[in-house]
Structure formats: C-alpha cells, structure tokens
C-alpha cells in the first residue's frame, strides 16, 4: 500500500472514531486532513504573523508583484492564496459557494478592510494564479489576517483557517522582535504544521551587527520555547537586497517546492499524529471510566450530573461580566470622545464665522451655517474617528478576550476534576478569540433648526439681526459639538459591545461542546468496553 494510501486509511478510521464517539472539538483539524486528501495539488505556505509584520510586503516581494494591499489599514478577515498558473487569473470565492473572476490589481477591493468593510460582501476566499510563481509550483502561498493587532479583529478567519497551515512562515518586524504572541503563535503552529520558519522582516533597517545579533536572538528565544531549533532567516522589500530575498527562496521555498509531493505526506502525516494523539486520549479515558465501580463511578456520575449547572454557573457569570464591562467601556469612550470638544468647537467657530462673513440675507445666512456645520463638523467626527479607532479596539481587544481565556480556564478545570478521578489527561481544544474590527460609523449631522419660521427669513434683511444671530449661532456650537460627539461614542461604543458579546457567546457555544464531549467520554460503561478498545487498537496499529 503507498503512503498516501496508509493516511487515506488512517483517516478514514479516525473519521469514524470521531463520528462514533461525537468527538466533535477535533472536527476542524479532521476537516483539514480531508482537505490535503481531496486537493493533492498544492502545499500550504502560511504566511502567518501580527499585524503590521510585514506579511503582505513578504509576499508582494516574493511573487514580485504589488498585489496584497498594505498600509496602515489593515486586511479585512479574508484568507488570500497565491499560486503558479499558466496565466494571471484572480477568482474571488463568496460564502455561499458563488464564485466571481476579477483583474488581480482589483482583488484589493475585496480584501481591504477599507474597500470591504467587516467583510460585507461576503467574501469566504480570494484565489489569485500567477506566471512569476514558477519557481514555487507545488506550493500555495497563503496571506492571513494579521492577529494580536491593536484589535485583533481577523483573529476568527485567522483560527478557522489555521488548521490547513502545511507550512508556516512566521513574521516577525525587526521594529517589534518576537513579541510574547509571536512565541504562543509558533507554539500552537506546530500542533499543525511540521516546518515552521521565521523570516525577520525590515532586515534592512538594521545594521550588519545588529542584524547578526537580532537573528541569534530570535533564534534562540523560539528554540528555547518549542524545545527544537527553528531557522531564522533575514527579509527585505528593499530593491538593494535583492540578494537576501533570492537566499530566502533558495534555501526555504525552493526545496519545499521541489519535494512537494513527498512533503504533502509528511504535511498530512503530521496532523493526523496530533488528531490521533487527541483521540486516543479521549478513548483511553472513556475507556477507564468505564471500568470505574464503586466511590468512583459516583464521583464521575456527580461530576456529569454538574455539568449543566456549571455550565448555567458560568453563562450567568459571562452576562454579568459583559454587562459590567459594556457599562465600563461605554464611559471610557464617551469620555474620551468629549474630550476633543473645546477644539472642534474653536474650530467650528473659526468656519461659522469665515463663512458669514459676507453680506447675506438670513434666510442665506442659516442655510449657510447649516451646510458650515455639516461639512466641518463631519470631517471632524471623521478625524476624531479615526485618531480613537485604535483606543477602541484596544479596549474590545482587552475586554472581549477575557472571555475565551475564561473559557479556557473553566475547560481546564472541569478536565482537571476528571482526571483526578481517572487518572489520565483528558485533551482540551483551545478556544481562541473571535472579533471584527471597529469600522467607521454612519455618521450624520442633524439639522441645527427645525422651526417654520425659517422659511420668512428671506425677507427679512440682514443687516437688522446679522450680529444676534451669528451670536446665536455660536451659542448652539457647544450643544451641537456635544450632541454628535455623544452620538460618534454610542455608535463606536455598541460596535465594541456587539462584537464583545458575539465573543461571548462564540466561548459559550464551544463551552457547552466541549462539555458534551466531556460528558460522553465519561459516561461509557463496562458494556462499552470491548468497543472502545477495538477502536482504541484500531488507531494505535494503523
């Protein structure tokens, strides 16, 4: 039998334990070997790092075309895979399995956070075929969203794609050298992934010295925590070290392409080892709790019958926490929204009066205030926006993350209570954090007078009421700055609530699946003995 078709079989039996034994937190790695089974063509290069760690530029660099948007905006939570093709084709791919060829310059308009905000047409993939990759056929170069950003707002597209990573390049800026996510990134990479690579972006803003120390560094930090040696090499967009990327290619992509049939095995060899591993754990430990009698068959019968309350215990805790934190967070932005209220008002006071400064009748005079206020005070908003976009994600990025970290915890501790009683680890699935981005508001101005007698003002001339009304006029500016800055809050403020609690419930769902795995695996029984060891066999001898 070939080696393709031992891991054919070793899946297929894996599948049908994970069926048979609703073992459904492996689902999404099970879903990733079967993926590398039904597409044998390409290897997956994952390009995976924080945002801002030159990701896209890597890649843009290597394909030798500015395709990937960059910039200070970042990428919308859209996976983009670049490949060999004869001819150029980019082929966007909806989530609901439409699929749309686009020119390779437009895909931005997909993929930009700018472009396609929160991912509004629906945008499941972006597939782009180019002649330059020739050198790499066999591989899939694959852009993902930059994590651990100021927001972290792609981390779900991040995650739910993770799995299919065959290869991992990761990314790290020498402006911000491996940071503490940088090493869990590395560390959850190799659950997936038998090759990972570090490729030091921005090379060329250090010197030779600092270069070679920067890369021993890295080198060390993230050998230190895999326990094996990674390599590291050196990246640069720069059109003077052109020399640095063509060693890139040749010492780490090259060889990768030139043994990518032999490498997909390996590749495919790897994951099913760690769905494997995670499956027979959970077999040896349904398979000890079903010889348990005794205390400890009622130990493990109360430690089930808890779970539904426990699981009531920590919803309730979630809701109060989210409540508590919303509240919180709605204060602090609203807070430092208004402080920008005595500039815009200058401001705004400065553009009233510039604009009434000609002759006008009144009528004229409070159409042209009106316009003033709606075109400054917009752009303003817009400013304010964008100068505290990132102070919001920030505190979605702090608050909304307690909740998997909780998660995880509460997860833990129940796996923890069983094992005490049965005497072997039971695996638990990491739940990892979830959220959009905080994207500009539909923002508005409201008209500043509603009363009918506007339309008289136009005989009355304005030399008799010029001065007490553009007095008046300045007299409104205050309320108006704070009536729409106190709007611009609230509308960031339930974006940031709304994505929290979408976090919240996501942990919640994986809370109650996770359980139900739990429950399963400890409630078998003698009469499920036999079974279970015959899968057990099964999986350890194929």
């Given at each position: 039998?070939?080696?393709?078709?031992?891991?054919?079989?070793?899946?297929s039996?894996?599948?049908?334990?994970?069926?048979?034994?609703?073992l459904?937190?492996?689902?999404?790695?099970?879903?990733?070997?079967?993926d590398m089974?039904?597409?044998?063509?390409?290897?997956?290069?994952?390009?995976?790092?924080?945002?801002?760690?030159?990701?896209?530029?890597l890649?843009?660099?290597i394909?030798?075309?500015?395709?990937l948007?960059?910039?200070?905006?970042?990428?919308?939570?859209?996976?983009t895979?670049?490949?060999?093709g004869?001819?150029?084709?980019a082929?966007i791919?909806?989530?609901?399995?439409?699929?749309?060829s686009?020119?390779?310059?437009?895909?931005a308009?997909?993929?930009?956070?700018?472009?396609?905000?929160?991912?509004r047409f629906?945008?499941?993939?972006?597939?782009?075929?180019?002649?330059?990759?020739?050198?790499?056929?066999?591989?899939?170069?694959?852009?993902?969203p930059g994590?651990?950003s100021?927001?972290?707002?792609?981390?779900?597209?991040?995650?739910?794609?993770?799995?299919?990573?065959?290869?991992?390049?990761?990314?790290?800026?020498?402006?911000?050298?491996?940071?503490?996510?940088?090493?869990?990134?590395?560390?959850?990479?190799?659950?997936?992934?038998?090759?990972m690579?570090?490729?030091?972006?921005?090379s060329d803003?250090?010197?030779?010295e600092?270069l070679?120390?920067?890369l021993?560094?890295?080198?060390?930090?993230?050998?230190?925590?895999l326990?094996?040696?990674?390599?590291?090499?050196?990246?640069?967009?720069a059109?003077?070290?052109?020399?640095?990327?063509?060693k890139?290619?040749?010492?780490?992509?090259?060889?990768?392409?030139?043994?990518?049939?032999?490498f997909?095995?390996?590749i495919?060899r790897?994951?099913?080892?760690s769905?494997?591993?995670q499956?027979?754990?959970?077999?040896?430990?349904?398979?000890i709790?079903?010889?348990?009698a005794?205390a400890?068959r009622?130990?493990?019968?109360?430690?089930?019958?808890?779970?539904?309350e426990?699981?009531?215990d920590?919803?309730?805790?979630?809701?109060?926490?989210?409540?508590?934190?919303?509240?919180k967070?709605?204060e602090?932005?609203?807070?430092?929204?208004?402080?920008y209220?005595?500039?815009i008002e200058?401001?705004?006071a400065?553009?009233?009066?510039?604009?009434?400064?000609?002759?006008?009748?009144?009528?004229?005079?409070?159409s042209?205030?009106?316009?003033t206020?709606?075109?400054?005070l917009?752009?303003?908003l817009?400013?304010?926006?964008?100068?505290?976009?990132?102070?919001?994600e920030e505190?979605?990025?702090?608050?909304?993350?307690?909740?998997?970290?909780?998660?995880?915890?509460?997860?833990?501790?129940?796996?923890?209570?069983?094992?005490?009683?049965?005497g072997?680890p039971?695996?638990?699935?990491?739940?990892?954090?979830?959220?959009?981005e905080?994207?500009?508001?539909?923002?508005?101005?409201?008209q500043?007078?509603?009363?009918?007698?506007?339309l008289?003002?136009?005989?009355?001339?304005?030399?008799?009421?010029?001065?007490p009304?553009i007095s008046?006029?300045?007299?409104?500016?205050?309320?108006e700055?704070?009536?729409?800055?106190?709007?611009?809050?609230m509308?960031?403020?339930?974006q940031?609530?709304?994505?929290?609690e979408?976090?919240?419930?996501?942990?919640?769902?994986?809370?109650?699946?996770?359980m139900?795995v739990?429950?399963?695996?400890?409630?078998?029984?003698p009469?499920?003995i036999?079974q279970?060891?015959t899968?057990?066999?099964e999986?350890?001898?194929?």
């Open positions: 039998m070939s080696d393709l078709n031992l891991e054919r079989n070793r899946f039996k894996l599948e049908k334990t994970i069926l048979k034994f609703s459904f937190s492996l689902s999404d790695q099970l879903k990733a070997c079967k089974l039904e597409n044998e063509a390409q290897v997956n290069v994952a390009v995976i790092g924080k945002f801002k760690s030159g990701k896209s530029s890649i843009n660099s394909i030798g075309k500015d395709i948007p960059v910039g200070v905006l970042p990428v919308t939570g859209v996976i895979s670049l490949s060999w004869e001819k150029e084709e082929e791919v909806f989530l609901d399995g439409s699929r749309k686009v020119k390779s310059e437009e895909i308009l997909y993929i930009s956070e700018e472009k396609n905000p929160e991912n629906g945008v499941a993939l972006v597939e782009v075929k180019l002649p330059t990759l020739s050198r790499l056929k066999g591989l899939r170069l694959v852009d993902t994590i651990d100021v927001f972290e707002h792609n981390s779900s597209a991040f995650f739910r794609w993770f799995p299919n990573a065959a290869v991992a390049i990761l990314a790290v800026s020498s402006d911000s050298p491996l940071s503490t996510s940088d090493a869990e990134l590395a560390v959850r990479t190799m659950i997936y992934s038998p090759k690579f570090v490729a030091l972006t921005k803003r250090l010197s030779k600092e070679e120390k920067m021993v560094f890295i080198k060390n930090k993230i050998s230190e925590r326990g094996r040696e990674i390599p590291v090499l050196p990246f640069s967009t059109k003077e070290f052109a020399d640095m990327r063509e890139f290619l040749k010492d780490l992509l090259e060889p990768l392409s030139e043994s990518s049939a032999q997909r095995i390996e495919l790897h994951k099913l080892n769905v494997s591993k499956c027979l754990d959970y077999l040896i430990a349904s398979a709790a079903a010889r348990k005794g400890d009622e130990k493990l019968e109360k430690l089930i019958a808890s779970y539904e426990s699981f009531k920590i919803e309730r805790y979630f809701k109060l926490i989210f409540r508590d934190i919303s509240d967070n709605r602090k932005i609203l807070q430092s929204i208004l402080s209220s005595s500039e200058k401001k705004l400065e553009a009233v009066k510039s604009a009434l400064s000609n002759r006008h009748n009144l009528f004229e005079m409070v042209i205030y009106e316009k206020i709606e075109r400054e917009y752009n303003m817009i400013s304010v926006f964008q100068e505290k976009k990132s102070f919001a505190l979605l990025s702090l608050s909304a993350a307690s909740f998997p970290e909780r998660a995880n915890n509460f997860l833990a501790r129940l796996s923890q209570e069983a094992e005490k009683i049965l072997t039971i695996p638990v699935i990491k739940i990892e954090p979830y959220m959009s905080v994207i500009e508001p539909n923002i508005k101005i409201s500043s007078f509603d009363s009918h007698l506007e008289l003002w136009f005989i009355i001339p304005a030399g008799i009421l010029k001065k009304l008046h006029f300045m007299g409104k500016i205050p309320f700055v704070e009536k729409n800055l106190t709007r611009l809050a509308a960031i403020s339930k940031v609530s709304d994505s929290m979408m976090v919240m419930q996501n942990s919640l769902k994986q809370i109650r699946r996770d139900e739990l429950r399963k695996t400890l409630s078998s029984s009469n499920d036999s279970i060891e899968f057990i066999n999986i350890k001898f194929s």
